[in-house]
Nanobody, 116 residues
Framework: EVQLVQSGAELRNPGASAKVSCKAL????????IDWVRQAPGQGLEWMGR????????KYARNFQDRGTFAADTSTNTAYVELTGLRIEDTAVYCC?????????WGQGTQITVSV
């Protein structure tokens, strides 16, 4: 069974960093990209970018080129997103996703709250 299991919620102060993990289960991790999206309260889904776990190739949406970093650890089948210089408006649910040959799969989401 394909699953994407994410790390738990985080509370951060403005200016801090947050790192979310996404562990892939049930398929060959290096065979498919991992996409990252987020959804702020009352907003639609925002695509952050993607990573190719096979070669750590990355593509960032313009809004995340300066503050976002994707990584993939093939020894643990885990993808990561780190966001630095957090702002109040970064408060959102962050999700990983993978489009496999058998369908689209999503992590359960990780709430990141940025608050003073």
């Amino acid at each position: 069974e394909v699953q994407l299991v994410q790390s738990g919620a985080e509370l951060r102060n403005p200016g801090a960093s947050a790192k979310v993990s996404c562990k892939a289960l049930g398929y060959i991790f290096t065979s498919y990209y991992i996409d990252w999206v987020r959804q702020a309260p009352g907003q639609g889904l925002e695509w952050m970018g993607r990573i190719d776990p096979e070669n750590n190739g990355t593509k960032y949406a313009r809004n995340f080129q300066d503050r976002g970093t994707f990584a993939a650890d093939t020894s643990t089948n885990t993808a990561y997103v780190e966001l630095t210089g957090l702002r109040i408006e970064d408060t959102a649910v962050y999700c990983c996703a993978s489009r496999n040959k058998s369908g689209d799969y999503w992590g359960q989401g990780t709430q990141i709250t940025v608050s003073v």
